[in-house]
């Protein structure tokens, strides 16, 4: 280009540079944003499959779990309550202390295991120091 206009065409052409890389950036923008989404998409769609696997798995087990409960019912009855009575026990008294009292009107025997389990902070308390008598 002539002298003239050179500083013009150089400003055009810049322009031109510019616009071409706005739009080179705006496209590798939208493969990233496009790319995470999918990623995202599949994140989400892979974390329900699990969780429907392992309700599936859940209430299956839940049923062959009540088919055993009720082939042991049906072999001892009796068994069976005392059984389940005993694991509800151990269930809902878990990491508890227990005390057991004795009674003289009941015809059932347990046997049960009482040895006592301190945990190791408790043995470290130190005792109050006793008074000296006079």
Do not use: C, W
Not at 21 to 41: C, F, G, K, P, Y
């Amino acid at each position: 280009p002539p002298v003239k206009v050179a500083g013009s065409y150089e400003s055009v052409v810049t322009a031109e540079h510019k616009k071409k890389a706005n739009i080179l950036s705006a496209q590798a923008d939208q493969v990233r944003t496009n790319a995470q989404a999918e990623a995202e998409a599949m994140k989400l769609k892979r974390a329900a499959e699990g969780e429907r696997a392992r309700v599936v798995a859940s209430a299956e087990a839940y049923a062959s779990l009540f088919t055993n409960q009720v082939r042991a019912f049906n072999a001892s009855p009796t068994v069976y309550a005392r059984r389940a009575y005993l694991q509800s026990l151990l269930r809902g008294g878990a990491g508890t202390r227990k005390i057991v009292m004795a009674a003289t009107n009941i015809s059932q025997t347990y046997q049960l295991n009482l040895e006592e389990k301190f945990r190791p902070d408790v043995l470290d308390i130190p005792l109050p120091a006793t008074p000296k008598s006079k």
